[in-house]
């Protein structure tokens, strides 16, 4: 609650120019800006940056795959507009200060300190982002939004795999932190809630992580809990182009004007089933995903980035057509626009009454249309033979902002003005 | 979950400090290490169990709070008024406890279920109004207030004594033939209580604690309905408990406002706010059944509780209380 300054810095270690908030390209952060200017440890990974609050769009939704990741739903208790501005205003300026590696003042032994110190005095550079999305419910008729809903925004469905707990969807805010451990993510977490007490309050939250394995052109960086190679065809977050057509909501695109630059988020907690999976022969799941399990290459072919070639497999004699990565990326032209840019991570949460590991994939997709991109994707694959060892358990659909271009600005501006 | 919440028992170690001003140790930070393996140990144990260990803790050990700490003086003269107040407002608490708590005996002892249970929430009226205070004596919270772990909370719990096993006779078993023990152990306890008033030494530091280990005290138990599970008048202790929190700042407030003005407008305004909150769920003279709030509403309650212990945590800080 304290109002007092912050003691400021200003050391962003991003690489070069790519740092500078505000500048139209700043969207090509995250792992290109860590890339060229940051020294890579032992392991070939890319030593962890600070990287930018502000820009044209939320650092967080193009940043590269991160180690440790958690997203906290909210419910907003606010009276009116003016309270819901003021949250947004005060998270804003929390995202800054813990991006930016920003010490808080010590306010000597009376007081509580202002931050947990689980990071010590300094926080270091960690790829920290904090990524704000609102979900459907924040344009019923408690603000008196509704005019400005995003239009193809609705509060998730059952799907017909679906197991749904409603109390781990939907939400009014959905805070996403992803950092290089679970430390830094704890450590932001706690300190956007002591910020924001008086007005929000956790409807659900899920924790999770990413192995990482040095970075190769076209290569899947990440494992998913099901043993495969996850992301190898996924949009490349460094493309300005890419992101241009596929995530970002542009004008001209009948969205109200405060989505532009701003991206829808899907949000499915996908629970594996992963002692049946484990049980499962080889081959069949090799048949299932599409994909040779150990070199993550198309049934049928060498190399991970080699083309599945389903022109050349109608009847799907090679990859059935069946096969999750076909039904969800089948590449032909008229699947074009259905490419989403995915940025889940694997998630842990013990074990179930019956004894059975409770774990499996936060998916997280962002795209400029929900229609044509998670949905249509989804809408591929339901029926599909994975669905034997999967099924979604939470999440909901959200909209992420458009970022912050300079400082005393703040999320949600445009929206709220 | 221990039925002896940790809140609960930072405020036993809180006692452990106050009541241990004569304590023969002069190391302060042995005296640290003693006391958190006192409470941690206390947190894993059993609900029974932890609750004497806690008591255990505030009988051996001191916590972080050095002997000239606890000698509880004070240079400004509007805090030491204000503990003088709130020495005289527990006492009188404590004492009426007593009272009420006999009214709601009684009708256990006299078999009468009904009058019982309208005498439940009103005997733990004064209690939860200086639980955190209270518990600084003995061992009372642990034999008065300690539930039933969530686990084995459709089952009888023998070990639990208190009004919270008193509640599950009442309103579980609906039989109160074999409750008299219970009832005559909870005015023992509560005479103990009432017999400890006078080695009390309430220091500036335990009033403003006090009031934001209330406040605690409801965004832990109350607002999740665990406090009382059985009869769901959770919202009787929770306005006790905030009654209690704004007796205690509002004595502190001649004190905060001269140390930070701004701090004390805060709490004023959080403090109405808390009241406004409570008042749709009243209930004639009493409160509603907590199965009677929404989700949602209990979501604005834990926004608004959560905000105001945030504020009252910089209380000791705005006064430089240690």
Redesign the interface.
């Given at each position: 609650?304290?109002e007092q300054p912050r003691i400021s810095r200003r050391k962003f270690v991003v690489g070069g120019g790519a740092g500078v908030a505000g500048l139209a390209g700043a969207a090509a952060l995250g792992w290109n800006a860590g890339k060229d200017e940051a020294p890579a440890s032992a392991d070939g990974l890319p030593a962890p940056v600070r990287l930018p609050f502000h820009g044209t769009h939320q650092t967080g939704i193009t940043s590269h795959a991160p180690a440790a990741a958690l997203m906290a739903s909210f419910?907003l208790?606010a009276d009116n507009r003016d309270e819901v501005r003021a949250v947004f205003k005060a998270l804003t300026e929390e995202f800054d200060t813990l991006m930016s590696g920003t010490p808080v003042p010590d306010?000597?032994?009376?007081?509580?300190p202002l931050d947990t110190g689980s990071l010590g005095t300094n926080p270091p550079p960690a790829d920290l982002t904090l990524t704000l999305a609102i979900g459907a419910s924040m344009f019923d008729d408690r603000f008196g939004l509704a005019a400005r809903k995003p239009r193809e925004l609705f509060t998730m469905t059952k799907l017909a795999n679906d197991r749904l707990d409603q109390t781990r969807c939907h939400g009014d805010l959905l805070v996403n932190i992803s950092g290089d451990s679970p430390d830094v993510c704890l450590f932001a977490l706690r300190q956007v809630m002591?910020r924001t007490?008086?007005?929000?309050?956790l409807k659900w939250m899920v924790e999770g992580f990413n192995r990482r394995e040095a970075p190769k052109p076209g290569k899947a960086q990440v494992r998913n809990l099901l043993g495969f190679k996850d992301g190898t065809a996924n949009l490349d977050p460094s493309s300005d182009a890419l992101m241009g057509e596929h995530v970002w909501v542009a004008q001209g695109d009948g969205e109200p004007a405060w989505a532009v630059g701003g991206s829808y988020q899907a949000v499915r907690i996908i629970r594996m089933l992963v002692e049946q999976w484990d049980r499962a022969q080889l081959g069949e799941q090799e048949r299932i995903i599409g994909r040779v399990k150990a070199s993550g290459a198309p049934l049928g072919e060498q190399d991970e980035t080699d083309d599945p070639d389903y022109e050349d497999d109608p009847r799907g004699d090679r990859i059935p057509l069946d096969a999750h990565i076909r039904l969800a990326n089948p590449r032909t032209k008229a699947t074009e626009k259905n490419k989403i840019l995915r940025r889940g991570f694997s998630y842990s949460r013990g074990f179930d009454p019956a004894g059975r590991l409770d774990q499996g994939l936060a998916f997280v997709s962002f795209q400029r249309s929900l229609d044509d991109g998670f949905l249509a994707v989804q809408d591929r694959l339901s029926g599909e033979p994975l669905e034997e060892y999967i099924r979604a358990e939470g999440g909901g659909y959200f909209f992420a902002f458009p970022g912050v271009q300079r400082k005393g600005a703040y999320l949600g501006q445009a929206l709220l003005a | 979950m221990p039925s002896t919440t940790t809140r609960r028992l930072a405020a036993v170690a809180i006692a452990a400090g106050l009541l241990m001003a004569g304590c023969a140790k002069d190391d302060g930070s042995a005296t640290r290490t003693d006391c958190s393996s006192g409470s941690s140990a206390a947190g894993g144990s059993s609900a029974a169990g932890g609750s004497s260990a806690a008591g255990g803790a505030s009988a051996d050990c001191g916590t972080g709070i050095s002997k000239d700490d606890v000698a509880g003086s004070t240079d400004d003269p509007l805090v030491q008024k204000a503990v003088d107040g709130y020495q005289t407002y527990v006492e009188e608490q404590v004492n009426g406890l007593v009272t009420d708590t006999k009214v709601f005996t009684d009708a256990v002892r006299a078999g009468d279920v009904e009058a019982a249970k309208a005498a439940y929430p009103t005997s733990r009226q004064r209690w939860e109004r200086i639980e955190p205070i209270a518990a600084l004596i003995g061992d009372t919270d642990g034999a008065v207030d300690s539930r039933a772990e969530d686990g084995v909370k459709d089952t009888e719990s023998p070990e639990v004594t208190g009004w919270h096993q008193l509640e599950y006779d009442l309103w579980v078993k609906g039989d109160i033939a074999d409750s008299k023990d219970l009832a005559d152990g909870l005015d023992d306890e509560l005479q103990k209580l009432q017999a400890g008033l006078p080695d009390l030494k309430i220091t500036p530091l335990a009033v403003a604690k006090g009031a934001s280990e209330l406040i605690e005290e409801v965004s832990e138990g109350k607002i999740t309905g665990e406090e009382d599970r059985y009869s769901h008048t959770d919202l009787w202790d929770l306005n006790a408990n905030v009654e209690g929190a704004k007796e205690a700042t509002t004595l502190l407030q001649p004190a905060i406002k001269k140390a930070d003005p701004d701090l004390a407008k805060?709490l004023d305004t959080a403090f109405v706010e808390a009241d406004e909150a409570l008042a749709p769920y009243k209930d004639g003279n009493g409160w509603k059944s907590y199965e009677d709030v929404s989700d949602?509403d209990r979501?604005?309650l834990?926004?608004?509780f959560?905000?105001l212990?945030?504020?009252l945590?910089?209380v000791?800080?705005?006064?430089?209380?240690?």
């Amino acid at each position: 609650m304290s109002e007092q300054p912050r003691i400021s810095r200003r050391k962003f270690v991003v690489g070069g120019g790519a740092g500078v908030a505000g500048l139209a390209g700043a969207a090509a952060l995250g792992w290109n800006a860590g890339k060229d200017e940051a020294p890579a440890s032992a392991d070939g990974l890319p030593a962890p940056v600070r990287l930018p609050f502000h820009g044209t769009h939320q650092t967080g939704i193009t940043s590269h795959a991160p180690a440790a990741a958690l997203m906290a739903s909210f419910n907003l208790v606010a009276d009116n507009r003016d309270e819901v501005r003021a949250v947004f205003k005060a998270l804003t300026e929390e995202f800054d200060t813990l991006m930016s590696g920003t010490p808080v003042p010590d306010r000597g032994e009376h007081y509580p300190p202002l931050d947990t110190g689980s990071l010590g005095t300094n926080p270091p550079p960690a790829d920290l982002t904090l990524t704000l999305a609102i979900g459907a419910s924040m344009f019923d008729d408690r603000f008196g939004l509704a005019a400005r809903k995003p239009r193809e925004l609705f509060t998730m469905t059952k799907l017909a795999n679906d197991r749904l707990d409603q109390t781990r969807c939907h939400g009014d805010l959905l805070v996403n932190i992803s950092g290089d451990s679970p430390d830094v993510c704890l450590f932001a977490l706690r300190q956007v809630m002591r910020r924001t007490r008086a007005n929000l309050v956790l409807k659900w939250m899920v924790e999770g992580f990413n192995r990482r394995e040095a970075p190769k052109p076209g290569k899947a960086q990440v494992r998913n809990l099901l043993g495969f190679k996850d992301g190898t065809a996924n949009l490349d977050p460094s493309s300005d182009a890419l992101m241009g057509e596929h995530v970002w909501v542009a004008q001209g695109d009948g969205e109200p004007a405060w989505a532009v630059g701003g991206s829808y988020q899907a949000v499915r907690i996908i629970r594996m089933l992963v002692e049946q999976w484990d049980r499962a022969q080889l081959g069949e799941q090799e048949r299932i995903i599409g994909r040779v399990k150990a070199s993550g290459a198309p049934l049928g072919e060498q190399d991970e980035t080699d083309d599945p070639d389903y022109e050349d497999d109608p009847r799907g004699d090679r990859i059935p057509l069946d096969a999750h990565i076909r039904l969800a990326n089948p590449r032909t032209k008229a699947t074009e626009k259905n490419k989403i840019l995915r940025r889940g991570f694997s998630y842990s949460r013990g074990f179930d009454p019956a004894g059975r590991l409770d774990q499996g994939l936060a998916f997280v997709s962002f795209q400029r249309s929900l229609d044509d991109g998670f949905l249509a994707v989804q809408d591929r694959l339901s029926g599909e033979p994975l669905e034997e060892y999967i099924r979604a358990e939470g999440g909901g659909y959200f909209f992420a902002f458009p970022g912050v271009q300079r400082k005393g600005a703040y999320l949600g501006q445009a929206l709220l003005a | 979950m221990p039925s002896t919440t940790t809140r609960r028992l930072a405020a036993v170690a809180i006692a452990a400090g106050l009541l241990m001003a004569g304590c023969a140790k002069d190391d302060g930070s042995a005296t640290r290490t003693d006391c958190s393996s006192g409470s941690s140990a206390a947190g894993g144990s059993s609900a029974a169990g932890g609750s004497s260990a806690a008591g255990g803790a505030s009988a051996d050990c001191g916590t972080g709070i050095s002997k000239d700490d606890v000698a509880g003086s004070t240079d400004d003269p509007l805090v030491q008024k204000a503990v003088d107040g709130y020495q005289t407002y527990v006492e009188e608490q404590v004492n009426g406890l007593v009272t009420d708590t006999k009214v709601f005996t009684d009708a256990v002892r006299a078999g009468d279920v009904e009058a019982a249970k309208a005498a439940y929430p009103t005997s733990r009226q004064r209690w939860e109004r200086i639980e955190p205070i209270a518990a600084l004596i003995g061992d009372t919270d642990g034999a008065v207030d300690s539930r039933a772990e969530d686990g084995v909370k459709d089952t009888e719990s023998p070990e639990v004594t208190g009004w919270h096993q008193l509640e599950y006779d009442l309103w579980v078993k609906g039989d109160i033939a074999d409750s008299k023990d219970l009832a005559d152990g909870l005015d023992d306890e509560l005479q103990k209580l009432q017999a400890g008033l006078p080695d009390l030494k309430i220091t500036p530091l335990a009033v403003a604690k006090g009031a934001s280990e209330l406040i605690e005290e409801v965004s832990e138990g109350k607002i999740t309905g665990e406090e009382d599970r059985y009869s769901h008048t959770d919202l009787w202790d929770l306005n006790a408990n905030v009654e209690g929190a704004k007796e205690a700042t509002t004595l502190l407030q001649p004190a905060i406002k001269k140390a930070d003005p701004d701090l004390a407008k805060k709490l004023d305004t959080a403090f109405v706010e808390a009241d406004e909150a409570l008042a749709p769920y009243k209930d004639g003279n009493g409160w509603k059944s907590y199965e009677d709030v929404s989700d949602s509403d209990r979501d604005a309650l834990k926004a608004k509780f959560s905000a105001l212990a945030e504020m009252l945590g910089d209380v000791p800080g705005a006064l430089k209380l240690s």
